[in-house]
C-alpha cells in the first residue's frame, strides 16, 4: 500500500460487521492497521478469522492480549455461564462488561503510535443485541475522551474522529455493502459458540441476526454450520 495513504485503526473481531468496516475503510482510500483482541473469549475461532481477514486488507495487523475473564460476567468469557439459545428481553449475558470501551482504549493508544486520528469500529444500533456500548452515544461520548485524554489529541492540530458506518444500517444493509466491496463472508465467524473450526451453532444471538440478514438481503448464507444444524 502506498506510504502517503492516510493511516486507520480498524477494530477486527473476525465477524461480518468488522469485516465490512474494514472493506469500507480501505475503499475511502484508508491505510489499514487493525487491531484485534484475544480476551480470553470462548469463542477462539473467531482469531483465525481476524488473521484471514486482515491478510486480505490490511496493511498491519496487531492482536493484543488481555483477561477480561479475570472480571468475569460474560457468557463470553466465562463458561459457567450458559450462552442463551433464545431470545430474551434486556441486556442479554453475552454482553461483556466494559469490552468496547476497553477495545477502544487500546485502539486510541495504537493511533497514537502510528500517527492515525481515525478509529473504525463495526458497532451497529439497529440489528444487534441491545448493547450499550454499541450505541451512538457511547460512540460520541468515547470520541470526546480521545480528544481530552491523548497527548496527540491535547496538543496537535489534529482531532480523533469514532467512525461507526453501520451504526444506523439493517444487517441485510451491511451484507450487501460488503458483498459490493468484494468481502467474502464465508472467511468471518460471528457466533458466541463457534467450535474450533469457526463452525456456528445456529441459535445463538447472533448467529440469528446473521442468518435473517443473510435472508433479507437475498443471498445466500456462506455460513459453516456444525454438523446436524
Given at each position: 500500500m502506498s506510504g502517503t495513504q492516510r493511516p486507520a485503526i480498524i477494530l477486527l473481531?473476525?465477524?461480518?460487521?468488522?469485516?465490512?468496516?474494514l472493506a469500507m475503510a480501505r475503499d475511502l482510500g484508508y491505510r489499514c492497521h487493525a487491531i484485534s483482541f484475544d480476551y480470553g473469549q470462548r469463542?477462539?475461532?473467531?482469531?483465525?478469522?481476524?488473521?484471514?481477514?486482515?491478510?486480505?486488507?490490511?496493511?498491519?495487523?496487531?492482536?493484543?492480549?488481555?483477561?477480561?475473564?479475570?472480571?468475569?460476567?460474560?457468557?463470553?468469557?466465562?463458561?459457567?455461564?450458559?450462552?442463551?439459545?433464545?431470545?430474551?428481553?434486556g441486556i442479554?449475558?453475552?454482553?461483556?462488561?466494559?469490552?468496547?470501551?476497553?477495545?477502544?482504549?487500546?485502539?486510541l493508544g495504537y493511533a497514537e503510535v502510528v500517527g492515525a486520528f481515525d478509529l473504525f469500529i463495526?458497532?451497529?444500533?439497529?440489528?444487534?443485541?441491545?448493547?450499550?456500548?454499541?450505541?451512538?452515544?457511547?460512540?460520541?461520548?468515547?470520541?470526546?475522551?480521545?480528544?481530552?485524554?491523548?497527548?496527540?489529541?491535547?496538543?496537535?492540530?489534529?482531532?480523533?474522529?469514532?467512525?461507526?458506518?453501520?451504526?444506523?444500517?439493517?444487517?441485510?444493509d451491511?451484507?450487501?455493502?460488503?458483498?459490493?466491496?468484494?468481502?467474502d463472508y464465508s472467511r468471518t465467524v460471528s457466533c458466541y459458540q463457534a467450535d474450533d473450526q469457526g463452525r456456528a451453532c445456529g441459535v445463538c444471538d447472533s448467529c440469528r441476526l446473521r442468518a435473517a440478514g443473510f435472508s433479507e438481503a437475498g443471498v445466500t448464507d456462506p455460513t459453516r454450520y456444525r454438523p446436524g444444524v
Amino acid at each position: 500500500m502506498s506510504g502517503t495513504q492516510r493511516p486507520a485503526i480498524i477494530l477486527l473481531s473476525g465477524g461480518l460487521d468488522s469485516a465490512t468496516v474494514l472493506a469500507m475503510a480501505r475503499d475511502l482510500g484508508y491505510r489499514c492497521h487493525a487491531i484485534s483482541f484475544d480476551y480470553g473469549q470462548r469463542h477462539r475461532s473467531e482469531l483465525a478469522a481476524c488473521d484471514a481477514i486482515a491478510a486480505q486488507g490490511a496493511h498491519e495487523h496487531r492482536r493484543v492480549t488481555l483477561d477480561l475473564g479475570a472480571i468475569g460476567g460474560s457468557a463470553l468469557t466465562d463458561t459457567a455461564i450458559d450462552v442463551p439459545e433464545t431470545p430474551a428481553d434486556g441486556i442479554p449475558v453475552t454482553y461483556v462488561p466494559a469490552r468496547n470501551t476497553v477495545f477502544l482504549s487500546l485502539a486510541l493508544g495504537y493511533a497514537e503510535v502510528v500517527g492515525a486520528f481515525d478509529l473504525f469500529i463495526g458497532v451497529n444500533a439497529v440489528d444487534y443485541s441491545g448493547y450499550p456500548d454499541c450505541r451512538p452515544d457511547f460512540i460520541r461520548a468515547f470520541e470526546a475522551t480521545a480528544n481530552l485524554a491523548t497527548r496527540a489529541g491535547t496538543e496537535g492540530e489534529q482531532r480523533f474522529r469514532v467512525h461507526a458506518p453501520l451504526s444506523d444500517m439493517s444487517k441485510a444493509d451491511i451484507i450487501r455493502h460488503g458483498l459490493a466491496l468484494g468481502v467474502d463472508y464465508s472467511r468471518t465467524v460471528s457466533c458466541y459458540q463457534a467450535d474450533d473450526q469457526g463452525r456456528a451453532c445456529g441459535v445463538c444471538d447472533s448467529c440469528r441476526l446473521r442468518a435473517a440478514g443473510f435472508s433479507e438481503a437475498g443471498v445466500t448464507d456462506p455460513t459453516r454450520y456444525r454438523p446436524g444444524v
